[in-house]
C-alpha cells in the first residue's frame, strides 16, 4: 500500500501543477483578447518607397546606356570578315593584273623597235622595183599565197 500512497501523491502534485499552468495559460489568452496590435504599413510602405527609388535610378542609368549603345550602332559600319577577304583578294589581283599589263606594254615598246623594219623593208620594195619582182617570183616558186 506504500507505494500507492506514493502514486497517488505524485498523482495529486501533477495535478496540482497541470491547474497552475492552465490558469497561467488562461490568463496569457485573456491578456491577448485584451491587447490590441496596431496593423501598420509605414515601414512596409517606406521600404517600397526606397526600393521604387532605386529601380528608378537603375532605370534610368540603363535608358543612358542603351541611347549611347544604339548611336554607335547607328555610326557603325558592319563587314563580315569574308567580305574583307574578298575585297582584299580582289583588289590584290586587279593591282597584279595592272602591272602585268604595264610590263606587257613595256615589253610591247620594245618589240615595236624590232617590228619596225618589217615596216621598212614594204617600203623598200616599192622603192626598188626589181627587188620586188625577185621577191614575188621566189614567193610563185614556193606556191605561197
Known amino acids: 500500500m506504500k507505494k500507492i500512497d506514493e502514486i497517488m501523491e505524485l498523482m495529486t502534485d501533477e495535478i496540482q501543477d497541470f491547474q497552475v499552468a492552465l490558469l497561467q495559460m488562461k490568463k496569457m489568452t485573456d491578456e491577448l483578447n485584451t491587447r490590441s496590435i496596431p496593423i501598420s504599413t509605414e515601414v512596409m510602405e517606406k521600404q517600397l518607397k526606397f526600393f521604387f527609388q532605386q529601380q528608378q535610378e537603375k532605370e534610368a542609368l540603363m535608358a543612358d546606356k542603351l541611347v549611347a549603345i544604339d548611336k554607335k550602332l547607328k555610326k557603325a559600319y558592319i563587314l563580315p570578315k569574308s567580305m574583307g577577304i574578298l575585297f582584299g583578294s580582289v583588289l ?35 622603192e626598188n622595183p626589181g627587188s620586188r619582182e625577185a621577191y614575188e617570183n621566189w614567193l610563185q616558186n614556193h606556191n605561197i599565197p
Not at 97 to 124: F, H, R, T, W
Open 92 to 126: 590584290v589581283l586587279l593591282i597584279s593584273i595592272i602591272c602585268y599589263m604595264g610590263l606587257q606594254l613595256e615589253s610591247l615598246k620594245d618589240d615595236k623597235n624590232d617590228v619596225y623594219p618589217a615596216y621598212q623593208y614594204g617600203e623598200y620594195l616599192k
